[in-house]
């Protein structure tokens, strides 16, 4: 989901410090879109009238998840999840947001981000599922920042070339030698914050369960 400035929704899981995006199983019965309309109002609090459906994937994407993060009870009955991603513009206003729309909330904090950040600090073995959504979905939005068409191989590099760039940021400037995200926004010119005490560390433990057909919104 976009605002007016093409960045994206980010919410912390509930009693974590754990950030996604919306997502939501689908239930027998209704088609992707249903599923999202529904998912968005019971995790954000917002109605159709508060969004408009830019884009969606042309196909399911899915990814497997290693044995490490999926929950003992759920071995040998889970492997991963397949989903389609919804591209939406908000039409209404931040203080349509609800985390409390119902009475089992998902998050407990929000936040808007720049588009690309979230396929740079997801864990890894999702990180081919957001590269395809992201990329194929980037087309239909509305471009605010020439920062915005840096492509996502040229974002990875940082990823792929780990510590070498990190050590010449920290002999650029000792400061970011403490804090390589905060390293890798300044060399992008990018405004990049958390709330305090929160990172972009996933939840897998807790965000795997229920059916594995998953929407992304």
Known sequence: MLNQRSQVFWGKRIRTHSWQFPQGGIDRGENPEQAMLRELHEEVGLFP???????????????????????????????????????????????????????????????????????????????????????????????????????????NRYWRGGLHQRDQAAEDNPREANDPMQAYAVRLGASFELPPGATFEPDPQTSFGGDPQTIKT
């Not at 979230?118 to 509305?142: C, I, N, Q």
Request: avoid cysteine.
């Open 49 to 155: 009238q508060h969004v408009q459906v830019l884009a969606r994937t042309r196909d399911w994407l899915r990814y497997e998840v290693p044995d490490r993060f999926i929950r003992r009870d759920a071995r040998g009955h889970y492997r991963g999840q397949k989903q389609i991603w919804f591209l939406l513009q908000l039409v209404g206003h931040d203080w349509d947001l609800n985390l409390r729309a119902t009475s089992h909330p998902e998050f407990d904090a929000w936040r808007w981000n720049d588009y690309w950040v979230p396929l740079d600090v997801v864990v890894d073995f999702k990180r081919s599922v957001y590269e395809m959504a992201l990329t194929e979905l980037s087309r239909f939005v509305p471009r605010f920042d020439s920062r915005f068409d840096l492509r996502p191989d040229q974002r």
